[in-house]
């Protein structure tokens, strides 16, 4: 416990100094947030607020995750920072929970001032279940750095890793539903397939629709679908980071591997064949 506690410590001091992180995970999505706020004309209207909170949430998770995550994993690979603690007597997983628990740790106070504005610049009701809000926003943010961390596991340069990211990154942004609406069939079809997707809808529910993960079970069945599939993603994303983990960018992995980053997607396609076949 005390190699995770040293380790937490550790990473919170170095990812404090990135200005990559401070941009990332406060400036941009709150530049988003006040513009397209304006744009809109979230003032005084909840469903506008909600869709403006829910894009810069999506746009904040997406940027921990994926850059701050994945692309800061890289760096420290490419920079041999790993490699000092190669050296010292730990495993790969006291690395990546500390990751995940710096995520969190500097992101959630953006979540709080983000309802906070909300609700008194636009005028947005506070959720009734917040804290079904704070958890899933949560599960999907150590999600989505499971997801970061596999493309570290698996980029053999910082090259690599970046272009693993863009095909992420902008597909999940632009036919989720966080940044514009999702029109015709075809498009509907791919959003059910979207990680971001599922982030997205779970918010709107429980924004919008006043529904809980305690809340009736017809009213909250999508919700624990996005939740479960959102924590088997963390779980798996987490052990293929681990078991593919390198402590030196000299260590290269096979091209297929590269393949393992489908394996954090599949409880996405899952579900959405399911949604797609049920109908």
Known sequence: MKS?????KLDLKLALRLRTVIFFNYLFPMIFFFTIGTFIGAKGNAEHATTVVTMSVTLGILGNGLFGAGIRALQEREMNILRRYKVTPITPTPLLVASMVTGWTIFMPYI???????????????????ASLVLFISLGLLAFRAIG???????????????LVQLLYFPMLFMSGATFPIR??????????????????????????????FSAWHDSQELWQAAGALLLTMAVG????????????????????????????????VIGLWQILGK
């Open 184 to 213: 015709g069939p075809v498009f509907s079809v791919i959003s059910k397939f979207i990680p971001a997707s599922y982030l997205v809808k779970g918010m709107q529910s429980i924004m919008l629709n006043g529904t809980g993960f």
């Open 112 to 130: 709080l001032v983000l309802l906070t504005l909300s609700h008194f610049w636009y005028q947005m009701p506070w959720p009734h279940h917040i």
């Open 238 to 269: 987490l052990t293929v980071g681990g078991k593919l983990f390198r402590w030196e960018k000299e260590e290269k992995i096979k091209g297929t591997a590269k393949l393992w980053v489908l394996a954090v997607m599949l409880p996405f396609a």
């Open 4 to 8: 995770y506690l040293a380790l937490i």
């Open 149 to 163: 961390l596999v493309i570290a596991s698996v980029a053999n340069t910082m090259q690599e890793g970046t272009i």
